[in-house]
């Protein structure tokens, strides 16, 4: 594997995606008023790369920061969308002030409700920028009609909460591909100079043949409170980004898909199988579906195994790492918070005082690393079409969580021939006013997963 060589320095004190959220007080996200056509914005900057933001909260905040400080020619932000007119303003007011040059969001561009992504990307002209980062729910229906509309596509994880969700990125990026269009994916540590660097002695063969993968991320995130009196069904349960499946494929999918794919990518193969265990802590009071521990085990087609495990709850162990063993020695591909925490050991031990090789630390972080490849391709016309090996990853994904929940073996082409969707005739129409996808019962949760009985392929 190549490794990238079009990602220029940016000194390490320009904000990841984390960092932006941290110093702009925890960005929510947007105002809006109903919108008029875009006029030309500063007519003469041809070169000039405008920006759409779709979901204004904090990971479209970051992404657009990134954006920002990107190097190599001007960007804009022209157009924004949520469904909450409240985010949209708090994001619009922290992103001006983070740079007021680089924010030309008239009000008739701030647009509210279901619908506004359609407005805010028709905002763009051929060669903009859609920043998908609503709701993975949402993620498959926008891609589909950016592509449709010409424009490149930055898009958060996660990118499909099922199945259908998946067939339908894939479906976009060959549509993509057939109109030369750009699009990144949030799985920004494949952009890691680090990272980068270990899978090219991995392909080397510095570690002998990969024998196996494991990888941990068992902290506490919290869980999903009983839904005040007189709140909105929809509303409150897209507001709960974690908890409920058919709104961001659950925990599960956003805590782990980053080191799924990190996995995918050292083996460079997709699993043929998964089988997993999970459960709940019988005093849990949490409202949410999610379990709050799970292990998936993921086989590949030479027997080759991967693990995740996944834990959240308080008072426990707390890990957040990537390790690799293989015939010759074992490394650790990443560290917390998705650190390039890169190093190779000398055997099977990993300690300290056994280090063979260490990668220094990176000068930027890979949230920034992934937003200068991505302008550098469009400015240059290069190829750049991530969304495949985004849906695949995020179909591993949803393998490892149908094999715990389901207490079954599952097979790759099994999911992927799956016509099962959380929301029942698909999002396409859902709206505030819609049938929630999900019910909760008298005391106010919702249903969890009963192995054994519970279905999702």
């Given at each position: ?7 220029s320095p940016?000194?390490?004190a ?11 007080g ?5 105002t809006?008023?109903a919108?008029?056509p875009?006029?030309p ?9 405008r920006?759409?933001l779709?979901?204004?909260?904090g990971?479209g ?8 400080h ?7 932000l ?8 409240r985010?949209?303003?708090a994001?619009h007011?922290?992103?001006?002030k983070?740079d ?5 969001v008239?009000p ?8 506004a ?10 060669g903009?920028v859609a920043?998908l ?5 949402f993620?498959?229906?926008?891609l589909e009609?950016?592509v ?11 990118f ?8 339908r990125?894939?479906?976009a990026?060959?549509?993509a591909e ?12 494949r952009?890691?100079k680090?990272?980068q660097?270990?899978?090219q002695?991995?392909r080397d063969?510095?570690?002998g ?6 990888a941990?991320r068992t902290?506490h995130f919290?869980?999903l409170?009983?839904?005040?009196a007189?709140?909105?069904?929809i ?6 980004i974690?908890h ?11 805590a782990?898909?980053h080191?799924?794919?990190?996995m995918?990518?050292?083996?460079d193969?997709w699993p043929?199988s998964?089988?997993g265990v999970?459960g709940r ?7 949410g ?6 292990s998936?085990e ?7 195994k991967a ?8 008072n ?6 990537t390790?690799?063993?293989g015939?010759k020695c074992?490394?650790q591909f990443?560290g ?10 000398k055997d099977?031990?990993?300690a300290?005082d056994?280090?063979a090789?260490e990668a ?9 690393a992934e ?5 550098d ?8 079409n991530e969304?495949?090996?985004a849906a ?10 149908a094999?715990?929940?389901?207490g079954r073996v599952?097979t790759?082409?099994e ?5 099962f ?7 396409d129409?859902?709206n505030?006013?819609s ?8 005391h106010?949760?919702?249903s969890?997963?009963?192995p054994?009985?519970?279905v999702?392929?």
């Amino acid at each position: 594997m190549k490794r990238e060589s079009n990602v220029s320095p940016v000194s390490a004190a320009q904000p990841s995606r984390r960092d932006f959220v941290k110093y702009s007080g925890g960005l929510a996200a947007g105002t809006a008023l109903a919108g008029l056509p875009l006029p030309p914005v500063h007519a003469a900057e041809d070169n000039t790369i405008r920006l759409a933001l779709i979901g204004c909260g904090g990971r479209g905040n970051g992404a657009v920061a990134n954006a920002f400080h990107a190097p190599g020619g001007p960007v804009k932000l022209v157009a924004m969308a949520d469904i909450v007119e409240r985010k949209l303003a708090a994001s619009h007011a922290s992103l001006h002030k983070l740079d007021p040059d680089k924010v030309d969001v008239a009000p008739e561009r701030r647009f509210v409700g279901f619908e506004a992504y359609k407005q805010a990307i028709d905002c763009l002209r051929p060669g903009d920028v859609a920043l998908l980062t609503t709701r993975a729910a949402f993620r498959p229906l926008h891609l589909e009609y950016a592509v449709r509309k010409g424009v490149n596509v930055f898009m958060e994880k996660s990118f499909a909460t099922d199945p259908v969700g998946v067939r339908r990125v894939l479906q976009a990026a060959e549509e993509a591909e057939k109109k030369n269009l750009k699009i990144a994916a949030g799985t920004m540590c494949r952009h890691s100079k680090n990272r980068q660097e270990l899978i090219q002695r991995i392909r080397d063969g510095a570690m002998g043949q990969i024998q196996l993968l494991r990888a941990y991320r068992t902290e506490h995130f919290g869980g999903l409170g009983r839904k005040p009196a007189g709140k909105n069904e929809i509303l409150w349960q897209l507001r709960s980004i974690f908890h409920l499946y058919w709104v961001s494929a659950g925990l599960w999918s956003e805590a782990d898909i980053h080191q799924i794919d990190e996995m995918c990518w050292i083996k460079d193969a997709w699993p043929v199988s998964a089988h997993g265990v999970g459960g709940r802590a019988v005093n849990s009071t949490d409202c949410g579906q999610n379990l709050d521990s799970g292990s998936a085990e993921w086989t590949f087609a030479d027997g080759t195994k991967a693990y995740y495990v996944m834990r959240n709850l308080p008072n426990c162990h707390n890990e957040f790492a990537t390790y690799i063993h293989g015939s010759k020695c074992g490394a650790q591909f990443s560290g917390q918070i998705h650190a390039a925490t890169t190093r190779m050991y000398k055997d099977q031990r990993f300690a300290p005082d056994n280090v063979a090789w260490e990668a220094p630390a990176e000068r930027i972080s890979p949230w920034q690393a992934e937003w200068d490849v991505f302008l550098d391709a469009i400015r240059g016309d290069r190829h750049h079409n991530e969304a495949r090996q985004a849906a695949m990853s995020q179909l591993v994904d949803i393998m490892g969580r149908a094999a715990i929940h389901m207490g079954r073996v599952i097979t790759f082409d099994e999911v992927m021939a799956s016509n099962f969707e959380w929301v029942p005739g698909g999002i396409d129409n859902l709206n505030e006013t819609s049938p929630p996808p999900v019910e909760a019962d008298e005391h106010g949760r919702y249903s969890v997963p009963v192995p054994g009985q519970w279905v999702e392929v």
